[in-house]
């Protein structure tokens, strides 16, 4: 059974970071791409980040590029999400997807987590 439980959400001001985690089980990890989406109050799913599956490619949503960075450690079966300086417009909820067809943007995915929640106030 796929598994994903985030981890790492929180209350940040603005210009703070935070890390995301991502563990994944129940399935080889290592062989599949992983993305993050998030989705603010009210609003639709937005992607942020796609890694293939060694991280040796990323692509970033235009809004987070230079101020995210995707990661993951396939040995612990674990993404990352690092979230530096960060925007009340960063404020939702996070989770990450198990991608099955890679697009431009917003690759599709067949499996999610739950989300941890991130908001950006002051």
């Known amino acids: 059974q796929v598994q994903l439980v985030e981890s790492g959400g929180g209350l940040v001001q603005p210009g703070g970071s935070l890390r995301l985690s991502c563990v994944a089980s129940?399935?080889?990890?290592?062989?599949?791409?992983m993305t993050w989406v998030r989705q603010a109050p009210g609003k639709g799913p937005e992607w942020v980040a796609t890694?293939?599956?060694?991280?040796?490619?990323?692509r970033y949503a235009d809004s987070v590029k230079g101020r995210f960075t995707i990661s993951r450690d396939n040995t612990k079966n674990t993404l990352y999400l690092q979230m530096n300086n960060l925007k009340p417009e960063d404020t939702g909820l996070y989770y990450c997807?198990?991608?099955?067809?890679?697009?431009?943007?917003?690759?599709?995915?067949?499996?999610r987590g739950q989300g941890t929640q991130v908001t950006v106030s002051a």
């Open positions: 997807a198990r991608v099955f067809r890679v697009k431009m943007e917003g690759d599709d995915y067949d499996a």
């Open positions: 890694a293939n599956s060694i991280a040796s490619n990323r």
């Open positions: 129940g399935f080889d990890f290592r062989i599949y791409a």
